[in-house]
């Protein structure tokens, strides 16, 4: 807060936490948010009310507060619900990666019938294979759509999910073994976004064009 100068409100752009401007190393930044996590859940969202409210300097930080209690809020949802999972041991753990990766992220043939091919198969349950396939999708979609590195995205696994090092690493080795398909998959998604933000741009190009239309035929009018 102090390398900000207690205004962090600027740094919350689209409901995120944007720290490319803020000159403190991202692991002092995951420290700081897994210690302050754990304060705002074990004190409630009215903390960083009161903490404003008892010291003016923090006033410049009222939407980082808002944004902080919302990730605070989704860490420990995401940690309760990978929980058995992550309780697993290594073999099982590559076993349900395999199917999740081979039938519901490279295939798609949908979850009731990746359920019904693993029947009576406690592993393969409906909440295995739904977080599962959420992990394996979470950490393909940093590497192809948002461009992170091996590490970053190994270290977001292992510090924000708290998937343990030994099974991060599995991650990467099915990417290696499988980097055609996972190109063909994500690529196209990569392309859905980039046509969606393309049509969201020209529509608003369009409505910045049309209002210039209204705006030079009203001075004519006049």
Request: proline share 1%; net charge negative.
């Amino acid at each position: 807060m102090q390398a900000s100068d207690y205004n962090l409100n600027p740094f919350i752009d689209g409901g995120e936490f944007d720290s490319r401007n803020l000159e403190v190393d991202d692991n002092v930044l995951d420290e700081f948010f897994g210690l302050v996590s754990k304060i705002v859940l074990d004190n409630g969202k009215e903390y960083f009310s009161q903490l404003i409210q008892d010291n003016s300097r923090y006033e410049n930080c009222e939407d980082f507060f808002l944004w902080l209690y919302e990730y605070a809020k989704t860490i420990s949802d995401v940690y309760q619900m990978t929980k058995k999972i992550k309780e697993l041991d290594l073999k099982e753990f590559e076993q349900l990666f395999d199917y999740c990766l081979e039938k519901l992220i490279l295939h798609n043939i949908g979850l009731e019938m990746a359920l019904n091919e693993r029947r009576g198969e406690e592993l393969y349950n409906k909440d295995n294979l739904k977080v599962m396939a959420g992990l394996i999708n979470m950490y393909y979609e940093l590497i192809f759509i948002k461009e992170t590195s091996r590490d970053e995205a190994d270290y977001h696994m292992h510090y924000r999910i708290g998937i343990p090092k030994d099974k991060c690493s599995l991650f990467w080795e099915k990417y290696l073994k499988n980097e055609g398909l996972l190109w063909k998959k994500y690529s196209l998604k990569l392309q859905n976004e980039i046509n969606n933000k393309l049509e969201l741009f020209i529509k608003i190009i369009s409505t910045v064009d049309e209002d210039e239309i209204n705006i030079q035929s009203e001075n004519k009018a006049f």
